[in-house]
C-alpha cells in the first residue's frame, strides 16, 4: 500500500494504515459504514470521510474489490493473497456465496482478443435467491 500511495503522490498516514489493515483483517463481505462503526471511535479514530476515500484507494490498488448488491450498495472484500471469485448474491437475505469459475476468466479473454479489447478488471455477481429462502418461499407458499 506505501508504494502505491507514494506512486499517485499520496500521503502515507496512520489514518490510512488503519483502514488498509481493517480491511484486510475482514474476512467477508463488508460495507464501508460496518468498516466505519470499527474504525470511528476509540484511540485511533478515524474519520468516515477517510475511511471512504481510503477503501477507493485499496479498490484501485486491487488490494481490495467492491461487489455492488441489488440495492446498489457496495460491499467490500480484501482479494489480496486470494485466488480469483465471483458471487450469487441473495437478494433476500444478502448471503454473499462465493464461487470459482476459471473457464469464465478465460471466456472475457477470449472475447476480449476478439473485440481487441483491454480489460482492466471485471466482476461478475448473480443476483437471486439463495437455497435457504427458496425453502422458507416454499413452505410459506
Given at each position: 500500500m506505501v508504494a502505491f500511495l507514494r506512486r499517485?503522490?499520496?500521503r502515507v498516514t496512520q489514518a490510512r494504515r488503519a483502514v488498509f489493515d481493517a480491511a484486510m483483517s475482514r474476512h467477508d463481505h463488508f460495507r464501508a459504514d460496518e468498516?466505519?462503526?470499527?474504525?470511528?471511535?476509540?484511540?485511533?479514530?478515524?474519520?468516515?470521510g477517510t475511511i471512504y476515500r481510503t477503501l477507493a484507494?485499496?479498490?484501485e490498488a486491487g488490494f481490495v474489490r467492491a461487489i455492488r448488491d441489488s440495492d446498489m450498495h457496495y460491499h467490500y472484500e480484501h482479494?489480496?493473497?486470494?485466488?480469483?471469485?465471483?458471487?450469487?448474491?441473495c437478494e433476500e437475505c444478502g448471503a454473499?456465496?462465493?464461487?470459482?469459475?476459471?473457464?469464465?476468466g478465460d471466456i472475457?479473454?477470449?472475447?476480449?482478443?476478439?473485440h481487441g479489447f483491454r480489460e482492466i478488471s471485471h466482476r461478475i455477481s448473480v443476483l437471486g435467491v439463495c437455497r435457504l429462502c427458496a425453502a422458507k418461499r416454499k413452505q410459506a407458499g
Open positions: 499517485k503522490g499520496a468498516l466505519a462503526s470499527e474504525l470511528v471511535h476509540g484511540p485511533n479514530r478515524v474519520s468516515r484507494l485499496l479498490v482479494v489480496y493473497g486470494h485466488s480469483r471469485h465471483e458471487h450469487l448474491i454473499f456465496i462465493e464461487f470459482r469459475a476459471p473457464e469464465i472475457i479473454r477470449e472475447q476480449c482478443g476478439k
